[in-house]
Nanobody, 123 residues
Framework: QVQLVESGGGLVQAGGSLRLSCALS????????MGWFRQAPGKEREFVAA????????RYADSVKGRFTISRDNAKNTVYLQMNSLKPEDTAVYYC????????????????WGQGTQVTVSS
């Protein structure tokens, strides 16, 4: 049984920071590229960041470049999203996803998804 469990969401003021975590169980974590996506109310789900299975390659949406950092610890089966300088427009439900393959920004390539964690940034 494959499970992706996100944690670390919450309410933060604009300019603040949060770190999201996502743990994968039921599969060999080091074989999967991992991604973070988000969905704001009334909007489509959008790509945020992705990291290759080894951690050697990363991708970011333009809207978060320079503010967010994706990383992973294959010994802990966990991927992280460090979010700094948060803005109200970052408010969304954040989802992590696993892709048995290369790092990609396309949500349709991901095999497994977590339930999401709410991030709310107040102005």
């Amino acid at each position: 049984q494959v499970q992706l469990v996100e944690s670390g969401g919450g309410l933060v003021q604009a300019g603040g920071s949060l770190r999201l975590s996502c743990a994968l169980s039921g599969r060999t974590f080091s074989s999967y590229a991992m991604g973070w996506f988000r969905q704001a109310p009334g909007k489509e789900r959008e790509f945020v960041a992705a990291i290759s299975s080894s951690g050697g390659s990363t991708r970011y949406a333009d809207s978060v470049k320079g503010r967010f950092t994706i990383s992973r610890d294959n010994a802990k089966n966990t991927v992280y999203l460090q979010m700094n300088s948060l803005k109200p427009e970052d408010t969304a439900v954040y989802y992590c996803a696993a892709n048995y393959g290369i790092v990609t920004t396309n949500a349709y390539n991901y095999d497994y998804w977590g339930q999401g964690t709410q991030v709310t940034v107040s102005s």
